[in-house]
């Protein structure tokens, strides 16, 4: 016969009993969720949640080309107006003083003066084969290099000069850029400036971004706003198209360039608003009036480059916005998604769009301030479709909005307005997060 010899206290007995039923739901979960597929990334930013937010203008021209004012005076207006960086993108003309030493000199004293500030030296550059049709803004790290890098691109690349007038000419001067202005591992930044101010469809700047990120990733992307907000709220002049609430229709029409390419797997940025400032009569000074928001992973050239490579950052106008969140959260994803990442999801997927930010009281005018409107606009391959259109909530995120992912996946971005009765509106635009399906075919994001 079986006899008891020794007896547990009945707690402990309950104890034991209930650890062993943990023990097993525990590992049967365990083996259920490593049965399921769950959301990863695919492309990730590492300092989300650690980065820091400066302000920038990124497209600016001072007496080195044909700016009115000299490059101490555009910079300490750009500091006033609140800017923690600028870049000075003089034109690469054969007549003007862009690249020249007196130009590198002349930045190099300018930064001493202004310690607290990051400084790039840049050009605009003329790709070929368009003579001065074509702009895009060229930024390198600040070092040693960087007027050898400068110069070497306008006196051999520049499509200013008629024996340059050979379209595979850019490609040879990008891949010059990868190889020469790569420093520590973190490349120059190429963005295609107004693309649809010299041409009568906007649709165009599709076949230029295509072909330049198929010779390398440096160009990241296109100014979404367009400069020059002071006497042409609509567009410069030379512009054939209008621009929409100031902003260029490549990105502000729904479909347009932008949308296109992201269709097409191809993650470019516009999320950008530079002044273009050449003087106060027909521009806002840098930082006045049109902003670019960038969260860098550190205070520094270095990690303004990252962050500009990595789509970390948004723009507006008016100074109606801060400090602009928008995340996309999906079921056993570490984390939210942000601006720039790429996520893969199960097939059937809801995902959680998110978006929040700060009012400032007033804004650029010393006018009481709001956001009268969120949009959630959606990209696939075959489709693009605003999916929220809604004022912002009072209280907690101002949008907040469940998405079915497609089998093919998607692409969602922001923007939002203040309506203005007399003019157009004040916008804010962000850049993109790709959300991909596990085993859909699709396009490899760039």
């Not at 650890?19 to 979960?29: A, F, K, M």
């Not at 101010?197 to 700047?205: C, G, I, V, Y």
């Not at 347009?256 to 097409?264: F, I, N, P």
């Not at 409107?373 to 479709?385: D, G, R, S």
Request: proline letters at 7%; one cysteine or more; aromatic letters at 8%.
């Amino acid at each position: 016969m079986f006899r008891i010899t020794h007896r547990l206290p009945e707690e402990k007995m309950k104890q034991t009993f209930l650890s062993g039923i943990l023990i097993v739901i525990t590992t049967l979960g365990l083996i259920r969720c490593n049965g399921e597929p769950r959301a990863r990334f695919i492309r990730q930013v590492d300092w989300v949640g650690q980065g820091v937010w400066l302000k920038a203008d990124l497209h600016l021209h001072t007496t080195f080309s044909d700016g009115s004012h000299t490059v101490a005076e555009v910079v300490a207006k750009a500091a006033e107006f609140g800017c923690d960086v600028v870049a000075i993108t003089d034109h690469t003309y054969r007549n003007l003083k862009a690249a020249t030493p007196a130009y590198f000199q002349t930045i190099a004293r300018v930064r001493k003066e202004y310690p607290e500030m990051i400084i790039l030296a840049g050009v605009e550059w003329n790709v070929p084969p368009w003579g001065r049709r074509v702009h895009v803004n060229v930024l390198v790290q600040p070092t040693p290099k960087e007027s050898m890098i400068l110069l070497g691109l306008k006196q051999f690349f520049d499509g200013d000069k008629p024996e340059n007038h050979d379209k595979a000419l850019a490609a040879e001067g990008l891949r010059w850029l990868a190889k020469t202005a790569t420093v520590d591992g973190v490349p120059p930044v190429v963005i295609y400036n107004h693309p649809s101010r010299k041409t009568p469809n906007s649709l165009e700047a599709v076949a230029n971004l295509e072909r330049w990120q198929a010779v390398n990733d440096l160009t990241i992307g296109f100014e979404g706003s367009p400069g020059h907000q002071g006497d042409y709220p609509s567009g410069h002049p030379r512009y054939i198209e209008q621009l929409i609430d100031r902003w260029d229709p490549a990105a502000a029409r729904i479909g347009d360039a932008w949308d296109t390419l992201l269709g097409k797997g191809i993650d470019i940025w516009a999320a950008f608003a530079f002044s273009d400032f050449h003087n106060e009569r027909a521009d806002r000074w840098p930082g006045e009036f049109s902003e670019t928001w960038i969260y860098v992973p550190e205070r520094s050239p270095a990690g303004v480059l990252q962050a500009l490579r990595a789509g970390t950052f948004f723009a507006a106008h008016g100074h109606i916005v801060r400090a602009v969140d928008f995340s996309v959260e999906a079921p056993r994803l570490p984390r939210p998604a942000s601006v720039g990442e790429v996520i893969e999801v199960p097939p059937s997927t809801q995902v959680t769009a998110r978006v929040r930010f700060i009012v400032p009281a007033r804004d650029w005018a010393g006018q009481p301030n709001r956001i009268d409107a969120i949009e959630l606009v959606a990209i696939t391959t075959n489709a693009v479709k605003v999916l929220a259109h809604r004022p912002p909530k009072s209280q907690g995120a101002a949008l907040v909005e469940t998405v079915a992912v497609p089998a093919e996946g998607l692409v969602l971005r922001v923007r939002g307005r203040r309506v203005v009765s007399d003019g157009p509106d004040l916008m804010f635009y962000t850049n993109p997060i790709r959300i991909t399906v596990k085993g859909a075919a699709k396009s490899t994001p760039t």
